[in-house]
């Protein structure tokens, strides 16, 4: 898979247009390029120490929280990253993890939403973000899950799907956000799985990709939103996985590597992620398999959990 060398050319290429594009948005793309590794047995490609440095130059003490780079200000999102690569790496050791759990615990809002940062907005995202944030670091006693969980449903829609608010449009990552939520919470009894699974499984457009919500073009990133919303509801044999999987190799650039949102189009990392992680849900040869809530390998979910039990 040509993904590699285009991964490691990126690493390379750091005043590129690519990589100043994702300035402000640094910390996931490093989630998204070092879990693609990961997923493709390569992770030693890169220096460990450099990158944990470099996560935790990110990171605000004052807060608890971190930043999308180096001096941004901290948010739930960017956060998540930071646990989600120190995961990886099995080094959440350099953390203040209590510190770090209050800062996202601490954006519970009365009714349970989550708000994203000190700013306020609110949104299914901000929900799972920070629950599946809690839930890797062992802390999520320190919300009020009933609480979390009950938001959450106020945000389920007559046609099975999830929203970003009560009321929302159905879309597939926000019902990738509420679905991983209630997984992480042992929540699930709360979806009617076989409505939701057929919303989602109508998303498989005549071309083999899936798309975000009805009338919309398909896009390699719903085949990780989609994909693994329907594992989570034991759904996942509805979807044509072959053509699935010809879509995604068709979006790859055959010489450059990486993946694209559609064939011919360019590639970046966020889609050649979400394409790799895809074809992982499928077990594609060659690809490590992916824990469907919590966006990790299934490797590092398990060493994170299996230990805490020991
Ligand atoms: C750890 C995997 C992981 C996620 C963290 C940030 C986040 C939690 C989830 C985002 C979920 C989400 C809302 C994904 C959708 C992203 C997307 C492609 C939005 C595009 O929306 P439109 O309306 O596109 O521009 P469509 O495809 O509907 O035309």
New binding site residues.
């Given amino acids: 898979m040509g993904c590699l060398r285009f991964l490691l050319l990126l690493m390379q290429k750091k005043d590129s247009f690519e990589s100043l594009v994702m300035e402000h948005i640094r910390l996931?793309g490093a989630?998204w390029g070092l879990t693609t590794l990961d997923l493709l047995h390569k992770l030693d490609a890169v220096d460990a120490d450099e990158v944990i440095q470099w996560i935790m130059s990110c990171y605000h003490p004052e807060s608890g929280g971190f930043g999308g780079n180096v001096g941004h200000d901290p948010h739930v999102?960017y956060t998540?990253?930071a646990v989600?690569v120190l995961c990886l790496f099995d080094r959440l050791d350099v953390l203040d993890v209590d510190k770090v759990a209050d800062y996202v615990s601490g954006l519970q809002n009365e009714d349970g939403s989550f708000s994203g940062d000190i700013w306020g907005e609110v949104?299914t995202?901000?929900s799972?973000?920070v629950i599946?944030t809690l839930a890797l670091l062992h802390h999520l006693h320190k919300i009020n899950v009933q609480k979390a969980v009950d938001y959450i449903v106020s945000c389920k829609n007559l046609d099975g799907g999830f929203g970003?608010m009560p009321g929302g449009e159905s879309?597939?990552?926000?019902i990738?956000?509420c679905v991983?939520a209630l997984a992480i919470t042992g929540s699930l009894h709360h979806i009617d799985r076989d409505l939701l699974g057929w919303w989602l499984c109508e998303r498989q457009c005549k071309e083999g990709g899936l798309?975000?919500?009805p009338e919309?073009?398909a896009?390699v990133?719903?085949s990780?939103?989609v994909l693994?919303s329907l594992i989570m509801i034991d759904r996942v044999h509805w979807i044509d996985k072959d053509k699935l999987a010809k879509f995604i190799l068709n979006c790859q650039d055959k010489e450059n590597g990486g993946i694209s949102?559609r064939p011919d189009n360019a590639v970046d990392i966020y889609h050649t992620y979400?394409g790799v992680?895809g074809l992982s849900l499928m077990e594609y040869p060659g690809v490590k398999p992916m824990d469907p809530a919590?966006?990790?390998p299934l490797d590092v979910v398990n060493r994170i959990f299996l230990r805490k039990r020991d």
């Fill in positions: 996931n989630y999102l998540l990253s989600q949104d995202r901000f799972y973000i599946c970003a879309h597939a990552g926000q990738f956000c991983g798309n975000g919500r919309k073009l896009d990133c719903y990780w939103w693994s949102d979400f992680a919590y966006a990790l």
